[in-house]
């Protein structure tokens, strides 16, 4: 079975420092990866997702994610975060079938901007 | 319509209460899940709509959970006889499938139960 770790349940940043949120998965087959992020009181909004090609991924708002096939990693990154990167950050892995398939979550990183 | 659409926002349900929580996927996408979501906890799989076809309930917890799409657009989540576990965030995300995967899936803001 598919399983999803995020290594850090909660980091702390400064505003404008770098950081990475930590993902491995474990699945013996290709995956699709995601990452969503979370804000307080609201639902899950798509941030970058990996289907195939390049294994470094840009998506929204600056942040990217490199695959690593590997390591079986996916981290999220950002060179300089604001104060409204505060949220919770969920990594994501589906098996790579035709069709939608059911995402596995990992249990979330709390990603909170220091002033 | 340009999201996925979830009602209501907020149920307040006493124990062994019935509710039904509606989701209205963007249109046309085929697919349809429905997560669960515990307070301070990742979303958990609960089931999966190919259209009207419910082809995998595997994630639903008990027989009290229910879900149906009969006409392949709008669907409904019912809990039978609520408990106090019951409380969390139910969410509905859709996905249109294309010729070779998908092109992600896009969530709805939830309907947040909480039973007393």
């Known amino acids: 079975a598919q399983s999803v770790t995020q290594l850090d349940s909660q980091v702390p940043v400064f505003e404008e420092a770098p950081v990475e949120l930590r993902c491995n998965y474990s699945?013996?087959?290709?995956?699709?990866l995601f990452w969503y992020v979370q804000y307080p009181n609201q639902g899950l909004q798509l941030l970058l997702k990996y289907l195939s090609g390049s294994t470094l991924v840009k998506g929204i708002n600056g942040f990217e994610a490199e695959f690593n096939k590997s390591q079986t990693s996916f981290h999220l990154r950002k060179p300089s975060v604001h104060i409204s990167d505060t949220a919770e950050y969920f990594c994501a892995v589906s098996e790579g079938h035709q069709g939608a398939q059911k995402l596995v979550f990992g249990q979330g990183t709390r990603l909170t901007i220091n002033p | 319509g340009a999201g996925v659409s979830q009602s209501p926002r907020y149920k307040v349900a006493k124990r062994g209460q019935d509710v039904a929580l509606r989701c209205d996927p963007i249109?046309?996408?085929?697919?349809l899940f429905w997560y669960q979501q515990a307070l301070g906890q990742g979303p958990e799989f609960l089931t999966y709509f190919q259209n009207e076809a419910q082809l995998d309930k595997s994630g639903l917890p008990s027989d009290r959970f229910f879900a149906e799409r009969p006409e392949g657009s709008v669907s409904t989540l019912k809990i039978q006889r609520t408990q106090q576990e019951d409380s969390a965030v139910y969410l509905c995300?859709?996905?249109?499938?294309?010729?070779?995967?998908?092109?992600?899936?896009?969530f709805g803001s939830g309907t947040r139960l909480t039973v007393v």
């Open positions: 699945s013996s087959v290709s995956v699709y």
């Open positions: 995300a859709s996905s249109s499938n294309l010729g070779q995967g998908f092109d992600g899936y896009t």
């Open positions: 249109s046309g996408h085929v697919s």
